[in-house]
């Protein structure tokens, strides 16, 4: 595994500690180090921030389509669909504006904030990964490889599902928002285009609806795979997601 | 029809129409069009300095729905003056002339007004068999239309029909039935969808076209934005229901006699660019959603195709299974999330074998 990270201050110091023994600080130092800060802050944080747009934006998504039972009284003392509609916006204001930070985010950012933006499809070491990934969920082999940011399957898993299903929410959404802003809006020019491939909104409405669902299966698989992955694998997952820092199990070798 | 070289105001002074309903007439149409008062002004010297436009209107596959709307339209003037505003000399609805008569007209216009005539177009040509599932004065619909289009200014498509295909066109679509921009590409076309579209609409089209000598501002779709750059939704006098989250549940509860908003009927206003809820119908007296039916979207591309007018989530026909976004997106969740249920117990009894085997 390439590694040029150096170790930090914190590691030098646990590793001088473990060093009184046998002096392992003069030998050269392993090539996997045991800790290896990946996700930097801004990453961090758009991960959680997105995490919770996305679960504001199913549930009052699905309100929209199927709105909760009807209100008795006058209309003006009501604005119930009016703040799901609100709520709704903004959390997807939320995700939009996060995911172009993010976005920017890969040209200060580490080289692993960059892996969620492309696919290394010309890569036969990546390829051989793909394969030994889903060996190793289809139980064939009898452990993962180490990887520092996600394994090949996850990095397909989170560019195809995660990535491009959140950049067509997000030209879905606005366009359909649009509708409501006017044709002049910034969003009806930035986003209309959308209405050319689905000359009829209400297809426009239907697609944004079943990616909902799509995003939901994302979320099944991707808790279901960091949980398996944390106890299982040869790393650790959640916590990374929290302190950044990617901590192995072993220091073996693929 | 008369002769096309006098002008509207020529004509309409000969009917008897006062000097005062003309102007009248101009202020209502330039209001309606959203200009501003000097475009009556506009409107009233070119009425009366420039010649009329001779228009050329034909049927297609269609039920003339668009040709009932336009002779209703709400002021009673309207219907005169626009029958008299363009010089209508062809449409074999409700021309006098019949038969060799009536075809000699289309040949006499192509040729007098080269590339000065408008074309309005109410229905569609089928495609299929060579065009011959619609044949008018002995050649195929798609044939004739062709011709006529290839020396006019501009092309209106009136109503769904011309603009998206409609109902001839729906799936399977056996006489393969297009909307008209499929075969007419070199022209500009205006697009007044609708089924029918509102006669107040496709008359102060053609004021606009007739004054100002061109077409109106058209959106991405080709309609004038004039009346199709909002939706029903945005106009709908029920808006304050649906704000509120106040619904009509079933046709016959409460909420229903109480005028509530219809989207859980399935309603289409918040997804259907036209101007019923600002024009409204039959002068002005109602229209769909007033009536306590949801609307239909039937100004908009591939409504007759959507499955029911009632469901709010549309339904989706895919791999012969019918379904909704929720039931399809629900089954395939559910599916995922048994198929994770599966994969951890497979995972959790494999890892206890490997424990006890070491």
């Not at chain 2, 007018?309 to 019918?322: A, C, H, K, P, S």
Request: net charge neutral; proline share 5%.
């Amino acid at each position: 595994m390439p590694n040029t990270t150096r170790p930090s201050r914190f590691q030098e110091q646990v590793l001088a500690g473990v060093a009184d023994i046998g002096g392992a600080l003069n030998r050269e130092l392993p090539i996997n180090r045991p800790t290896i800060y990946v996700y930097e802050a801004p990453v961090r944080l758009w991960h959680w921030v997105n995490a919770l747009a996305i679960v504001v934006l199913a549930v009052t998504g699905y309100f929209i389509g199927s709105p909760l039972p009807t209100l008795s009284g006058e209309a003006s003392d009501h604005f119930l669909m009016g703040y799901i509609r609100f709520t709704h916006f903004s959390a997807g204001y939320v995700l939009a504006i996060g995911f172009v930070m993010r976005f920017l985010w890969i040209f200060w950012g580490n080289i692993h904030s960059r892996q969620l933006f492309y696919l290394p499809i010309w890569s036969r070491k990546w390829w051989s990964g793909v394969r030994q990934e889903l060996r190793w969920y289809m139980f064939l082999e009898k452990e993962p490889r180490k990887y520092i940011g996600h394994n090949p399957l996850a990095h397909i898993f989170m560019v195809l599902m995660a990535m491009s299903i959140t950049v067509g929410m997000i030209c879905t959404g606005f366009a359909l928002y649009s509708q409501g802003e006017g044709i002049d809006s910034w969003q009806a020019k930035a986003f209309g285009w959308v209405f050319r491939l689905f000359p009829n909104s209400q297809d426009v409405h239907t697609w944004h609806h079943m990616g909902m669902w799509v995003i939901i299966t994302f979320v099944i698989i991707h808790i279901y795979a960091a949980i398996r992955e944390d106890i299982m694998s040869r790393q650790t997952m959640i916590s990374t997601m929290i302190s950044g820092e990617r901590q192995f199990r072993d220091d073996r070798e693929d | 029809m008369g002769v096309a070289t006098e002008t509207f105001y020529d004509v309409i002074r000969r009917q008897g129409i006062s000097r005062r309903s003309f102007v009248k007439f101009c202020s209502l149409t330039a209001a309606s069009l959203g200009l501003s008062p000097f475009a009556a002004t506009q409107m009233a010297h070119a009425l009366e300095t420039k010649p009329r436009v001779p228009v050329i209107w034909m049927h297609g596959l269609e039920c003339t729905c668009c040709s009932e709307s336009f002779i209703r339209s709400a002021h009673p003037l309207v219907k005169d003056v626009i029958l008299s505003m363009i010089s209508l000399d062809y449409d074999d609805t409700i021309m006098a002339a019949a038969g060799h008569q009536a075809e000699a007209i289309l040949e006499e216009t192509k040729e007098k007004y080269k590339g000065q005539y408008i074309l309005a177009v109410e229905g569609n040509p089928p495609l299929n068999e060579d065009g011959m599932y619609c044949i008018d004065g002995g050649k195929p619909f798609v044939e004739k239309l062709k011709y006529m289009a290839a020396d006019a200014s501009a092309v209106v498509a009136w109503g769904a029909c011309a603009s998206w295909g409609c109902v001839q066109a729906a799936k399977p679509n056996p006489t393969h039935a297009v909307p008209i921009d499929k075969v007419i590409l070199d022209k500009p076309i205006i697009k007044v969808p609708g089924c029918p579209p509102i006669a107040e609409v496709m008359t102060g089209v053609i004021t606009y076209i007739t004054t100002f000598g061109r077409l109106p501002d058209l959106d991405r779709q080709g309609r004038p934005k004039m009346f199709y750059s909002q939706r029903i939704h945005d106009k709908c006098y029920r808006r304050g229901h649906f704000d509120a989250g106040q619904f009509v549940e079933a046709w016959d509860d409460e909420g229903a006699r109480k005028g509530y908003c219809l989207y859980k009927m399935g309603c289409k206003g918040p997804t259907t660019y036209n101007a019923c809820s600002t024009v409204r119908w039959n002068n002005g007296v109602s229209f769909p959603i007033q009536s306590g039916h949801g609307c239909i979207g039937c100004s908009e591309d591939g409504f007759w195709d959507k499955e029911s007018f009632y469901d709010r989530l549309t339904t989706i026909n895919q791999f012969g299974v019918e379904a909704n976004a929720d039931r399809i997106g629900g089954a395939v969740a559910g599916v995922v999330l048994a198929g994770v249920a599966v994969h951890a117990g497979v995972t959790a009894v494999k890892r206890l074998s490997t424990k006890r085997d070491e």
